[in-house]
């Protein structure tokens, strides 16, 4: 148990906290008090602390454990909530179920670190220490992007990772579901996507799969975002619809290599009318409010030279060959925001996307400020300080990552998602910020956890409550750190199988 006057080193940091002598116990006795429409997250908090406490916690109206959710609270917003802990009784209160998810995952933290093991534990007294705690987070979108088509990953490390973003208090799943070298999701109407284009790598998920990932994502907080690439990156479904290039008679394989595949789409009414039938189903699986159809890295070659492709730059009365890719991306924008979604894709400079998109910018922050003064909102994702593929530091055992100078834990902590020198209506329009963990070179679940963590704990810290004190976070984390070894999260390169290096 934590002094009384000690930081208990939350991840992220709270808005305010105050403490006090003393501490709740939690025994076989203690039972959790809901008001109306606080039911999912006191199951949430027995769920989650069932595996090490046995603890049954069940409902009474008299137990001392007591989850108010109250919408008149607010000063709170859609996502905060107030935290009162003394050795009587714990009182979480929030104007949405979000902040009551939000504070459960904070009591996680305060109780002794083996409260997060997912094994039995004996011999532990389950305590909160004294606190009083006002929070609520700065951004509304905290992510984090999870390639699993270079390399797929299993149903189950996709719940776990929801698990582990929920802890931080990270909102959004980002799932890159389809690439050059693979497509993980099936498609109905387009069987041979998954047969064909799914094999390599690891395989598809099923639409149960996916659907189920969506709900139990859902009642921890967390939105799961997915990603169809187009009309770039898509030589895996061209493998398996070869009739959708630009060069119909060709046949191709799977991308092996990886990189930027010249390989596009092509630009027919056939091909526009496949992106609408996948979008479709997309959107029957998954409701999140934004769709992300990639956008980004589109070479132009074979549309120079496709016979089709400059008919329609004459039917279309554009500027050259070049102009199909903003044209493309508009009927595709069209057609989602006509079903009541945002479109969403990556941004090269700011301005190559249609207005109708939110800009999710990779390349360089002043990318995000000419995205936002066109309007559009921006979630900021500058890669010399997100892509988590690039390895933690210089040191020779770090495992094989992408080319380029280290992305270490200090750099994704000083990002910034509204640069100070940004007029206040660009600002306005950022959504938030969010990490992105490619896969090229990460072939397992370990692998992918070593690289998320802890440079994730950064940036949660700075999306939710700002990242201005290194020197604090710093002194959090080293208490939070037992939490991840608790959870089993390596934390050395020898903990991981390292995959071969391939070369791009």
Partial sequence: MFPPTADPGLVPSPSKLSRSAGAFTLDDTTAIR???????????????????????????????????????????GAEGYGLTVSGEAVLLRAAGAAGLRHGVQTIRQLLPVAALKTEPVRGVRWSVPAVEITDAPRY????????????????SFLRRFTDLLALHKLNVLHLHLTDDQGWRMPITAYPRLTEVAGAPHGGAYSREELRDLVVYAADRGVTVVPEIEMPGHARAALAAYP?????????????????????????????????????????????????HVGGDECPTTEWHRSPTALRRVADEGLDGPDAL???????????????????????????????????????????????????QPVIMAPHRSTYLDYPQSAHPDEPPGQVGDAVDLRAVYAIEPAPAHWEAAAAARVLGTQAQLWTEYVATAAHAEYLAFPRLCALADTAWSGGRDWPGFQARLHHHRTRLDALGVPSRPSAILRPERTTR
């Fill in 34 to 76: 809901v008001t109306p429409g606080a039911g999912p997250a006191a199951a949430l908090l027995r769920t989650l602390l069932a595996p090490a406490t046995g603890l049954p916690l069940p409902l009474a109206p008299d137990g001392r454990i007591v989850l108010v959710l109250d919408p008149g609270l607010t000063d709170l």
């Fill in 140 to 155: 509304a979108w905290r992510g984090a992007m999870l390639d699993v088509a270079r390399h797929f990953q299993p149903v």
């Fill in 243 to 291: 009739h959708l290039g630009n060069f119909p008679e060709r046949r191709l394989d799977v991308w092996k290599s990886w990189g930027v595949c010249d390989t596009v789409l092509g630009v027919t009414d056939e091909v526009l009318d496949f992106c609408r039938t996948v979008l479709d189903e997309v959107m029957d699986l998954f409701p999140s409010p934004y769709i």
């Fill in 325 to 375: 890719h903003g044209w493309f991306m508009a009927r595709v924008g069209t057609f989602l925001t006509g079903r009541g979604r945002r479109p969403l894709g990556w941004t090269e400079t700011g301005r190559d996307l249609p207005e109708s998109f939110a800009a999710l910018v990779w390349r360089d922050e002043e990318h995000g400020l000419a995205a936002a003064c066109r309007g």
